[in-house]
DNA sequence: GTATAGTGAATGATCATTCAGTCATTGCCA
DNA sequence: TGGCAATGACTGAATGATCATTCACTATAC
C-alpha cells in the first residue's frame, strides 16, 4: 500500500537550535486568545498559526485543556520572573513592590498578548483549576513576598484580594493597552500602594 | 401535507402575567455562562434552561451576539440602579461613594451569576463593542457621578481606570464569591476610596 | 385573516480528537 | 565503522460530536 508522501522533515536550518515545536503551539494559543479569545483559538487555527500539522499539538498535549494549562502556567512563571528580576531584597517594602509593579507591567506591555490570555484565562471557568495547578506546580516568588514582616504592613485581608487590590491592576492595565505616561503609571502603582496597606 | 403536532401552546396560567421567554432566555445566558463560560452556553442549552424552544431564542434575538449584547445591557442597567438607589445626593462624595460601592457589592452578591457573566465579557473580545453600545444606548448614573466637582477630587487618570481601582473591586469580589464581614468589606470599599482618590 | 410567538427537527459548518503512515534519530550489534 | 531495528516527532485527512441558525408549520391575539 502506501501512497502520499505528507511528511515536509525539518529542515533543521544549518544544523542549529532545533525548532520548538510545543512553544510554539503556546505562542499561538496565547495570541489566538488575545486576539479572539477562547471561542476563536480552535485547535486547526492554533496549529496553524503555530505552523504545524493539527496532530502535532496533540503529540505534544493530551487536549486543549492541557495546553491552555501548560501555557497559563508558563505565562505566570515568566511573570514572576519578571516581576522579581529588578527587585533589590535590601531596598524597603515600599519600594520593592513599586519595583515589582512596573516589573509586571513593563513585561506585559512589551507583549499585550500574554496579559490578555492572562485576564481571560483569570476570569473564565478555567481559573480555579488553573490556580490550583499553579500553586502546586511551582513556588510563585510573587507570592513568597507575602512574610510575615510584610503581611504586618498590608490590610488585614485574604491575600487573594491583596493581590487583586495591589497586583492586578497591572495586568489589567497592560491588557487593555492603554497608553499612559510615566506620571500615571506611578499614581497608578501608588494608588495601588495605598489600596493594599492599612490606611 | 401537515403532520405532527409540534406546539405545547402556552398554559397562561390562571390568565395571570404573561410569560416573558425573552427575559427568560436573558437569564438562562447569564447563568449558563457563568457557571460554564461560554464555552458552556451553546443556544440549545441556553434555550434548554429557560425552558423554550430553541427557535424561540431567536424569535427574540436575531444571533447569539445580540443575546449576548443585550443581556450583557440589562446586567449594567440594573446594576446602575442598584450602585444609585441609595444614594443620598446631599451627602459627601466620599459617602455616596462607599453606599455605591455597597450598592453594587450587595446587588451582586445577591445572585452572583450576574457578577460572574459581567467580568467575563468585559475580559472577553465582547467588551470593547459590548461598552460601546452601553455607552451609546443608555445614560449610566455610575458615570453620571463624574462632574467637575467629583473629578477635582479623583486622581488625574482616564475614567476607565478610575472605574477600574473604585467600583470594579466591587464586582471581581462579588463574582469570586469569597465571603468576608463587614469589618473586611468596609477595608475594601476604603482601599478602593484610597486608590481612586490623590494621594 | 393577518400578524406574532412559538416549536423542534433539519442543515451545514466547525470543532476536538484520532490514526495510518512518513521521516529522523538513536542505540546496538557485528 | 557500517548497517538496521526501534523510538518518537510529525503529518493531514478522516471521524463523530456539537454548534449556530433556519424553516415549515401550529397556535394565539387582535
Redesign the pocket.
Known amino acids: 500500500?502506501?501512497?502520499?508522501?505528507?511528511?515536509?522533515?525539518?529542515a533543521?536550518p544549518t544544523g542549529a537550535e532545533?525548532?520548538?515545536?510545543?512553544g510554539a503551539v503556546r505562542r499561538a494559543l496565547r495570541s489566538l486568545v488575545a486576539e479572539h479569545g477562547?471561542?476563536?483559538?480552535?485547535?486547526?487555527?492554533?496549529?496553524k498559526r503555530a505552523?504545524?500539522?493539527?496532530?502535532?499539538?496533540?503529540?505534544?498535549?493530551?487536549?486543549?485543556?492541557?495546553?491552555v494549562f501548560a501555557t497559563y502556567l508558563e505565562v505566570k512563571r515568566e511573570l514572576g520572573t519578571a516581576a522579581m528580576s529588578a527587585v533589590d531584597p535590601s531596598a524597603s517594602f515600599h519600594e520593592r513592590f513599586l519595583t515589582m509593579w512596573f516589573g509586571i507591567y513593563r513585561h506585559l506591555q512589551l507583549e499585550p498578548e500574554r496579559a490578555r490570555f492572562l485576564v481571560q484565562v483569570d476570569s473564565s471557568p478555567f481559573a480555579r483549576p488553573a490556580h490550583q495547578l499553579a500553586m502546586s506546580a511551582y513556588d510563585d516568588p510573587i507570592m513568597a513576598e507575602a512574610t510575615p514582616e510584610t503581611l504586618a504592613l498590608l490590610a488585614p485581608l485574604p491575600l487573594d484580594i491583596i493581590y487583586e487590590l495591589g497586583l492586578a491592576p497591572a495586568i489589567r492595565l497592560a491588557a487593555s493597552g492603554i497608553e499612559l505616561d510615566e506620571t500615571a503609571l506611578g499614581l497608578i502603582a501608588n494608588a495601588c500602594w495605598r489600596a493594599m496597606t492599612t490606611a
Chains 1, 2 share one sequence.
Do not use: N
Open positions: 500500500m502506501t501512497s502520499t508522501e505528507p511528511y515536509r522533515p525539518v533543521t532545533k525548532v520548538d515545536r510545543a477562547f471561542h476563536g483559538a480552535s485547535m486547526s487555527a492554533v496549529a505552523g504545524v500539522a493539527t496532530g502535532t499539538a496533540y503529540v505534544h498535549y493530551e487536549s486543549k485543556e492541557a495546553l
